[in-house]
C-alpha cells in the first residue's frame, strides 16, 4: 500500500514540477486566480508536498 501511495504521489510531484517548468517559459498559467482573493502559487506548494509524502512513502522499504 505504501508503495501504490509513493507512486502515485511521486508522479503527481513531477506534474507538478514539469507544470512549475512549463509556467515559468509561459506555456501554462503560473499563478491561479481565484476572483476575490490574491494570486495563489500552488505548484511549488504541490511540488514540495507531493514529493514529500513520496519519499515518506518509500522510507525504510525493504
Not at 502515485?8 to 507544470?19: Q, R, T, Y
Amino acid at each position: 500500500m505504501n508503495r501504490k501511495i509513493g507512486k502515485a504521489a511521486l508522479g503527481l510531484g513531477l506534474l507538478s514540477v514539469i507544470w512549475l517548468i512549463l509556467g515559468m517559459f509561459n506555456v501554462v498559467p503560473l499563478l491561479i486566480e481565484l476572483p476575490q482573493e490574491t494570486s495563489i502559487r500552488a505548484h511549488a506548494s504541490l511540488a514540495v508536498i507531493f514529493l514529500l509524502i513520496g519519499s515518506a512513502a518509500f522510507w525504510n522499504e525493504d
